[in-house]
């Protein structure tokens, strides 16, 4: 069956520093791959949409990969700040999305 | 409307009685999700409408779980016979189908004591 993996631990970072992400997946052939912010009690916020023929897409301090062959996406924030705090999800798909559980980045003063 | 709006935006209610929850979409966004997040879990997809086509009803549930879309816009997820197992975020979404990107609104939290 189709899986994604985000890790589950909470990623945390000092400030200024480089924050990656990773998504991995299984069984499963994307079209697009997505990621979303989530702060708590609050909806899903979209940041960036890279297709499978893309390799790499950036949008300010944010950076995506999409590696097809390795089933791996990679999300950077550079120059990490506290307010970057949140969850990131990453969402795959074809036709309707398939999000993963999220990672919880905490970035420290 | 600048977003996606739901209501209410917390519900409680004991097992056995039905709930209604409302999801008004961004203007013009012809497709709309339906997702439940359970503490700590993802996404859970429930259903999709685009525009006039049947709706993917593939993610319900159960039978006890139904929704429906008035006028291409305004959207109702229904749960019947509510379970303690249904407490969860329930969480609605726009999009331009062709732009997949979708946007959320705030969600219902939804307890079944």
């Known amino acids: 069956s189709q899986k994604i993996e985000q890790n589950s631990e909470a990623l945390n970072i000092q400030e200024g520093k480089t924050a990656t992400l990773t998504c991995n997946y299984t069984?499963?052939?994307?079209?697009?791959l997505q990621w979303y912010r989530q702060d708590p009690g609050r909806g899903p916020v979209f940041l960036l949409l890279?297709?499978?023929?893309?390799k790499e897409k950036r949008k300010e301090r944010l950076k995506v990969t999409f590696d097809t062959t390795l089933k791996q996406s990679l999300f950077h924030i550079t120059a990490s700040q506290p307010a970057d705090s949140a969850t990131y999800l990453c969402?795959?798909?074809?036709?309707?999305?398939?999000f993963g559980r999220g990672t919880s980045l905490i970035v420290h003063p | 409307g600048a977003g996606v709006s739901q209501s209410p935006s917390n519900k409680v209610t004991e097992k056995g009685k039905d709930v209604e929850l409302r999801c008004d979409p961004i203007?013009?966004?012809?497709?709309l999700y339906w997702y439940r997040q359970s503490l700590g879990q993802g996404l859970e997809f429930l259903i999709y409408?685009?525009?006039?086509?049947?709706?993917?009803k593939s993610g319900l549930p159960s039978d006890r779980f139904s929704a429906e879309r008035t006028g291409g816009s305004v959207s109702t997820l229904t749960i019947q016979r509510t379970q303690q197992e249904d407490s969860a975020v329930y969480l609605c979404?726009?999009?331009?189908?062709?732009?997949?990107?979708?946007?959320f609104g705030p969600g219902t939290r939804l307890t079944v004591l």
């Open positions: 979404a726009s999009s331009f189908v062709e732009r997949n990107e979708q946007f």
């Open positions: 069984n499963y052939s994307p079209a697009y």
């Open positions: 890279i297709r499978e023929n893309e």
């Open positions: 969402a795959l798909g074809s036709y309707i999305p398939t």
């Open positions: 203007s013009g966004h012809t497709a």
């Open positions: 409408f685009q525009g006039n086509s049947a709706p993917d």
